[in-house]
Structures are given as C-alpha cells and as structure tokens.
C-alpha cells in the first residue's frame, strides 16, 4: 500500500443546538472556513495519529512504523520531522493558521531553530489563550469548539452532547481578550516566523 503523503489537518467540530439536534449548516459553514483557511480534507487513510508523548513517542513511532504516515500535533511535530516525514494535526489551526503552515514548512524542510520556535509560541499561544482552562479536564472536543469560535466561526456552539460539558460564552469572551490582545490573532509578528502565504 502507498504511503500517505505528508499534509496538515485540523478536526471540525460538531454543532449541537440545546435540544441536541446536529446544526448542518453551521457544520457546513464550518468546513468552508477550514478550507478557506488552506487546511486540506482528506478522507479513507491509513495513519495514526499522536498529539502527546514529546520527543519518546514521536521517536518510536518513526522508528518502528516509519511505513505508515504519522500525524502529530504542535509540541511533537518538530521531534517527528528529526526522525523522518510526518504530517502535522493541528489543535491550534483554526486560530493560527499561518504559523500552523509555517511550523509544517519547517518541518518538511528541517529548518531546525524555525521549527522549535513555532512549536515554543504554540506552547505559549495555548497556555496563554486558554490559561486556567486547561485545567478543567473537558474531553478534546470541548477546546476544539473553543478554538474553531475563536478562529472566526463565531456561529459554533460551545455545548456538547451529555454527559460532556462544554464552555460557557463568558469562558470564550475572556479567550478571545486575550487571544486579541496577546497573541496579534494568533499572527505571530517577531522574528519573521511567518512569512506570508500564497
């Protein structure tokens, strides 16, 4: 079987109105933002996919499948590309997708000091937009919806299905000040890290 080739990918998110019925439009809108955005949808392959571990996992995981192509997310992508090809799966996509292209140009052309970089201002982006939130322990699909919202989709819903609990507009609104006033929109401006996408 071909190997997959490398790409970026971020997740989208289900919405639910209050009655726990499924907003297709919205989800609609929500898919023509990320593809608006540059993010590929790709469907039917095999891959596996790691947003945790750090350096161990993302070493093994290159070392022992490397026939398979392996998405990791923002803090073991840069420790991935030093082992070989792999794809990058975004969490923080939807509110820096340049700097989400940027990391995976990186990557792919193992611009070392550029790549960690990045991977060090995601690790601020999320600790300083989400701060204490990250300590709530809601399932991934909670931030996901937090994020894709920030990003621009001001339209999705912040509910998920019971028994899972999600985050109320006002834990938005205080993310979306410092998203604002913090981090540029997630436009990372010092450095050059980003340059421009075409």
């Known amino acids: 079987m071909p190997r997959f080739h ?4 971020v997740s989208c998110e289900l919405p639910w109105d209050e009655k726990e019925r499924f907003l297709e439009p919205i989800f609609r ?3 023509q933002h990320a593809r608006q955005m540059g993010f590929d949808h790709l469907y039917n392959f ?18 022992q499948a490397p026939e398979l192509q392996h998405f990791l ?17 975004s969490s923080l996509g939807p509110i820096a997708p340049e700097a989400t292209f940027g990391l995976f140009e990186a990557g792919r052309s193992r611009q070392v000091e550029r790549m960690f970089r990045l991977q060090h201002y995601f690790h601020d982006l ?4 989400l701060g204490d939130l ?13 994020l894709v919202k920030l990003g621009g989709l001001e339209e999705m819903p912040l509910r998920l299905l019971s028994p899972y609990q999600g985050f109320t507009d006002e834990q938005f609104q205080i993310c979306q ?6 981090f540029n929109r997630g436009r990372p401006t010092e ?8």
Do not use: W
């Not at 997310?73 to 990058?88: I, R």
């Not at 999320?126 to 937009?129: A, D, K, M, N, R």
């Not at 990250?134 to 909670?142: E, M, P, V």
């Open 6 to 9: 490398p790409a970026v990918l």
């Open 29 to 31: 809108r929500e898919v």
């Open 46 to 63: 095999v891959a596996t996919k790691n947003t945790g571990g750090g350096l161990p996992r993302a070493a093994d995981l290159l070392k």
């Open 73 to 89: 997310g923002e803090q073991n992508f840069p420790h991935g590309c030093m082992y070989g090809e792999c794809s990058l799966l």
């Open 126 to 129: 999320l600790q300083g937009v």
């Open 134 to 146: 990250l300590a709530t322990g809601r399932i991934d699909g909670a931030y996901d919806k937090l």
């Open 177 to 182: 000040r410092r998203y604002v006033e913090k």
């Open 191 to 198: 450095g050059g890290l980003v340059p421009a996408r075409p």
